[in-house]
């Protein structure tokens, strides 16, 4: 099965024609080539929700229920989908094989650092001259994806900060940013990780505040709710942040914060708890200036008041 979010039906519809190409030429189907052996292959497509990214949710949703991460074990490859034992594979990691049996293991380990070779789609988003989808090859320096294939901060600004693996992993500020090298092993030494690939990168105009209330509300909106921590944790701090954008927060709320994190972190069904947890505390240590004079100014430190602009 191919599972593809909810929303991907052009994606669904050009895979679907190519599945009927493969069918035709006899690669795909219940006698492969006139060996004997059969492999169907078809597309399936979700309702939207985030969590079915998970893979035991995804599997709920693809036998037809609501997707919930399953508690485990048992594992997928034990009992995946309809009972069997099931390989949940990204389709992006199932693409590198043909080139691989084609070309050879050595040819595909000389791309990229020795520990993590290979090629990675990077989606480079936010505040660049040319947000994109790109393929490259892993251990480039995220100076050189933000810079040059990015092709630099948009309107002469400079860099604040950059999420680089999706909205799920902890913030970077400038300097670490800068000197960061997109693979598994250096983000992870880094304290971040590459995640999903997609990078947003923030001008220094950026509101942090703004960020984190936008990722919050969103993995509010995501959480199944089946476990307390995610279900009342996500939505505690969607509540501190509202506050904190309206210039009704308190000093005190940044070590509510954290406490909140720590409480979620490692006690939930699936990691859509830790996904927001670990931003937060990421945001709070490593802008925490900007979090305390929005706090103590009762406003954004970076947009303009309606009074500002009457003046
Ligand atoms: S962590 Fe959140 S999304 Fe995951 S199973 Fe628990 S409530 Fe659902």
Redesign the pocket.
């Known amino acids: 099965y191919i599972y593809m979010r909810g929303e991907f039906t052009v994606q669904q519809r050009s895979m679907d024609a190519a599945l009927a190409e493969a069918r035709a030429a006899g690669y795909v189907g219940k006698d492969v080539m006139g060996s004997g052996y059969g492999v169907d292959i078809w597309t399936h497509k979700g309702a939207g929700a985030y969590?079915c990214g998970e893979e035991s949710a995804l599997l709920e949703s693809l036998e037809g229920k609501r997707g919930?991460?399953r508690n485990r074990p048992p594992f997928p490859a034990i009992v995946g989908a309809f009972g069997c034992p099931t390989v949940v594979n990204n389709i992006e990691t199932l693409s590198n094989v043909p080139h691989i049996i084609n070309r050879g293991a050595a040819w595909y380990k000389a791309i990229g650092p020795e520990k993590s070779p290979g090629t990675k789609l990077v989606c480079v988003s936010g505040h660049v001259n040319k947000p994109g989808l790109y393929e490259l090859p892993m251990g480039t320096p995220m100076k050189e994806i933000i810079y040059d294939i990015g092709g630099g901060i948009l309107g002469g600004k400079t860099l604040k900060g950059v999420i680089p693996g999706g909205s799920s992993f902890p913030v970077l500020n400038k300097e670490e940013a800068e000197r960061a090298i997109f693979d598994f092993d250096s983000m992870r030494t880094i304290g971040s990780a590459m995640g999903s690939g997609v990078i947003i990168v923030m001008d220094n105009d950026t509101c942090m505040i703004d960020m984190l209330l936008a990722t919050a509300r969103f993995y509010h909106h995501e959480?199944?709710?089946?476990?307390t921590p995610?279900?009342e944790g996500c939505g505690w701090i969607e509540k501190i942040m509202t506050e904190m954008e309206a210039g009704q927060g308190k000093l005190e709320q940044l070590e509510l914060l954290n406490n909140i994190s720590d409480n979620m972190v490692g006690n939930?069904?699936?990691v859509?708890?830790d996904s927001i947890a670990m931003p937060v505390k990421s945001y709070v240590t490593k802008f925490r200036d900007e979090f305390e004079a929005h706090i103590r100014l009762g406003r954004c430190p970076f947009k303009t008041t309606s009074a500002q602009q009457a003046a």
Do not use: N, V
């Open positions: 969590i919930y991460p959480s199944c709710g089946q476990c995610c279900r939930t069904i699936c859509l708890a």
